[in-house]
């Protein structure tokens, strides 16, 4: 499980999102300020690439990537349920906590005790099994994509493809200087427009989800939320 946790966030350099799922009760959404206000419009007649998959024109494409760039540029704090699933069909559930840039948190329900944490400078893995913790500079991970101050849909990454397929707007991200890498395809509700999942395919084929409910953005976060502190020791170890 460690491998897979670890795939999603550092398996290829430069790419990465985070998206957020729930259970229970209806979800509960704030929009970020400076969002786009304009609905996305709804692809035309094109070639279905397979049933249900409907491409979008290149026109509509840019504009929904446009619109994509807009709302993570305006994303700056956010707290969500999540679901992770793994390659090989394991599902772990929790709490994700975002602040923007930089920090992040993903917390396990019970009875995990596993958790991953983004101080600003490095991203650690705590595998409550071993008692260890691993760590990587963010600069390295999955997680740069999000926790960057500027988000760009362009540069270092480009977009491969734009569809609408189960229910969702999926945007399809690859290393713009290495293809092989693996990639990223984030999938947006149309109303309101808004990240809903994400999916890692690693470059030996390998997928991971995350999907996302309950999101609330634009929240108030403890601070302390984003710094690592080994369980194993006593209490106001930091960062060790």
């Given at each position: 499980?460690?491998?897979?946790?670890?795939?999603?966030?550092?398996?290829?350099?430069?790419?990465?999102?985070?998206?957020?799922?729930?259970?229970?009760?209806?979800?509960?959404?704030?929009?970020?300020?400076?969002?786009?206000?304009?609905?996305?419009?709804?692809?035309?007649?094109?070639?279905?690439?397979?049933?249900?998959?409907?491409?979008?024109?290149?026109?509509?494409?840019?504009?929904?990537?446009?619109?994509?760039?807009?709302?993570?540029?305006?994303?700056?704090?956010?707290?969500?349920?999540?679901?992770?699933?793994?390659?090989?069909?394991?599902?772990?559930?929790?709490?994700?906590?975002?602040?923007?840039?930089?920090?992040?948190?993903?917390?396990?329900?019970?009875?995990?005790?596993?958790?991953?944490?983004?101080?600003?400078?490095?991203?650690?893995?705590?595998?409550?099994?071993?008692?260890?913790?691993s760590n990587a500079p963010i600069g390295q991970t999955?997680?740069?994509?999000?926790?960057?101050?500027?988000?760009?849909?362009?540069?270092?990454?480009?977009?491969?493809?734009?569809?609408?397929?189960?229910?969702?707007?999926?945007?399809?991200?690859?290393?713009?200087?290495?293809?092989?890498?693996?990639?990223?395809?984030?999938?947006?509700?149309?109303?309101?427009?808004?990240?809903?999942?994400w999916r890692v395919v690693d470059p030996q084929g390998s997928v991971s989800e995350?999907?996302?409910?309950?999101?609330?953005?634009?929240?108030?976060?403890?601070?302390?939320?984003?710094?690592?502190?080994?369980?194993?020791?006593?209490?106001?170890?930091?960062?060790?």
């Amino acid at each position: 499980m460690k491998t897979r946790i670890l795939t999603v966030l550092t398996g290829v350099a430069l790419l990465g999102a985070v998206a957020f799922i729930g259970t229970g009760a209806a979800a509960q959404t704030a929009a970020p300020t400076d969002m786009p206000a304009t609905a996305v419009t709804a692809p035309q007649a094109v070639p279905a690439l397979a049933p249900g998959v409907i491409a979008y024109s290149p026109d509509q494409a840019a504009a929904v990537t446009a619109q994509a760039e807009q709302w993570l540029q305006a994303l700056k704090t956010a707290r969500a349920r999540f679901l992770l699933t793994a390659g090989n069909g394991t599902q772990l559930i929790g709490t994700f906590y975002l602040n923007r840039p930089g920090r992040l948190r993903f917390d396990y329900d019970d009875p995990v005790k596993d958790f991953v944490v983004a101080d600003g400078v490095f991203i650690y893995f705590y595998d409550a099994n071993l008692g260890e913790q691993s760590n990587a500079p963010i600069g390295q991970t999955l997680a740069d994509f999000l926790l960057r101050s500027d988000i760009r849909l362009s540069g270092d990454v480009k977009v491969d493809s734009v569809v609408e397929s189960g229910g969702l707007i999926q945007i399809k991200l690859s290393q713009s200087a290495d293809a092989g890498a693996g990639s990223l395809t984030l999938g947006f509700t149309r109303e309101p427009f808004q990240l809903k999942k994400w999916r890692v395919v690693d470059p030996q084929g390998s997928v991971s989800e995350v999907e996302l409910f309950q999101m609330q953005t634009g929240v108030a976060l403890e601070r302390d939320l984003f710094v690592y502190r080994d369980p194993q020791k006593k209490p106001g170890s930091l960062n060790q």
